[in-house]
């Protein structure tokens, strides 16, 4: 078994001895074969056999940064950083340093999130508000164009949660905070394993928030870029999210922001799709939707909604979406229709020209697979997928044969 950088040092410095790194390597290959990602740091502290400073000075030893993209909040491992790279979850660049304190954060929990401080000053929560009724408020997750997603704690019972409000609350008319309400509800109805769960809604000081379980794991782009997950391991996670999208889509509900970053494989290897917050009802009016503000990530935008505006996004677009995330975690975090910094001229690529082949990127690639992919990011819906679990149930068929 190759040992890492990580666990040569720590030989080096005493840390532990080579049968123990033996032993710790073994179970992180068991975990990486269910999907689960699990940091040799992590495992140092769960054994005891170092704590967090003498990881941080491992990780100094590798010249290894956790760096930070402002946008949307996601952490990478950057070795060698030059200070240029972008962020595969958002395309905002380009990503900074955390602080010492972070680093800390980072290495423990691949959903890390920034101290208290740094989600007061960004955006919702005033100084004052950091304690919103019985939670306390941790950090943030992350937001999209409609609300925000904070890490906070039920003082009544302990349990650590996820909290889900609308941004610029006390500025929407009420049709908006009740299309949010109807939303909590149908979730929390879903049910469904790979579907984060949907606790509740509560409101304090005049807020209404959505009770969410705190997910312990990594997202999906991070697990890629990482090269975490095998080629099966990648395919079966895609199948659970289209399973997941299923149930979304038969509850009458529509995701709109399908992406990597937007799935977080849990401690259990299991996919669960996250992030509803700019979910929409299948058979809402787009009178409740946000005048002049773009739902969803550029490069998993539909061509349909490009041309048509909400009114065309349905169960087809989030189909799409899925297609474009097999498309981007197959080929090295590359898009159907090119770079994305111009996105002008991505949203003309869209509409005018055909996609770029996936055997451009990965030609290794079985034509089986490339043909799902090609299918589910077909220009024209009559020729995509006509439903996500159509999708899942390919993509499964495909696994059955490739054994």
């Given at each position: 078994m190759a040992v890492p950088l990580f666990g040569q040092l720590a030989i080096q410095r005493g840390v532990l001895d080579a049968p123990k790194l033996e032993a710790l390597l073994a179970r992180q290959q068991a975990a990486r074969a269910k999907g689960r990602f699990v940091r040799l740091g992590e495992l140092l502290r769960e054994?005891?056999?170092?704590?967090?400073?003498?990881?941080?000075?491992?990780?100094?030893?590798?010249?290894?940064?956790?760096?930070?993209?402002?946008?949307?909040?996601?952490?990478?491992?950057?070795v060698l950083f030059q200070g240029q790279r972008r962020c595969l979850r958002c395309c905002a660049g380009p990503l900074q340093p955390t602080s010492p304190d972070e680093q800390d954060l980072a290495v423990e929990d691949v959903l890390a999130e920034g101290p208290q401080a740094q989600a007061i000053e960004q955006g919702f929560l005033t100084r004052s508000a950091a304690k919103l009724g019985p939670f306390l408020v941790l950090g943030e997750i992350?937001?999209?164009?409609?609300?925000?997603?904070?890490?906070?704690?039920?003082?009544?019972?302990?349990?650590?949660?996820?909290l889900k409000l609308l941004l610029r609350q006390e500025e929407?008319?009420?049709?908006?905070?009740?299309?949010?309400?109807?939303?909590?509800?149908?979730?929390?109805?879903?049910?469904?394993?790979?579907?984060v769960r949907c606790q509740g809604l509560e409101e304090h000081q005049g807020l209404v928030c959505m009770v969410l379980e705190f997910l312990r794991g990594a997202p999906l782009d991070q697990l890629c870029v990482q090269g975490l997950l095998d080629l099966r391991g990648l395919i079966g996670l895609a199948a659970q999210i289209g399973r997941a999208l299923?149930?979304?889509?038969?509850?009458?509900?529509?995701?709109?922001?399908?992406?990597?970053?937007?799935?977080?494989?849990?401690?259990?290897?299991?996919?669960?799709?996250?992030?509803?917050?700019?979910?929409?009802?299948?058979?809402?009016?787009?009178?409740?939707t946000l005048e002049d503000q773009v739902l969803g990530s550029l490069p998993y935008i539909a061509p349909e909604y490009v041309l048509q505006g909400v009114e065309a996004l349905d169960a087809l677009c989030?189909?799409?979406?899925?297609?474009?995330?097999?498309?981007?975690?197959?080929?090295?975090?590359?898009?159907?229709?090119?770079?994305?910094?111009?996105?002008q001229g991505y949203v003309v690529r869209l509409i005018e020209e055909p996609p770029t082949s996936l055997t451009r990127w990965a030609p290794q690639l079985d034509p089986g697979l490339v043909a799902i992919v090609a299918k589910a990011i077909a220009k024209e819906r009559g020729e995509r997928y006509p439903s996500a679990g159509a999708l899942a149930a390919d993509l499964e068929g495909w696994l059955a044969s490739a054994r």
């Open positions: 054994t005891r056999v170092c704590g967090s400073r003498t990881v941080r000075e491992l990780l100094a030893l590798q010249h290894v940064t956790i760096v930070c993209c402002a946008r949307c909040g996601a952490r990478y491992d950057a992350g937001r999209g164009a409609m609300g925000v997603v904070y890490k906070a704690r039920d003082t009544r019972s302990g349990q650590v949660v996820a929407l008319p009420w049709e908006e905070v009740t299309r949010f309400r109807r939303e909590a509800e149908a979730i929390a109805r879903l049910n469904h394993p790979n579907v299923e149930a979304v889509h038969a509850a009458g509900l529509v995701h709109r922001d399908i992406k990597p970053g937007n799935v977080v494989v849990d401690t259990r290897g299991q996919a669960r799709l996250v992030d509803f917050g700019i979910a929409k009802s299948s058979q809402e009016s787009v009178s409740l989030d189909v799409y979406a899925l297609g474009v995330l097999l498309y981007a975690t197959l080929s090295g975090a590359r898009y159907p229709y090119g770079d994305t910094q111009d996105e």
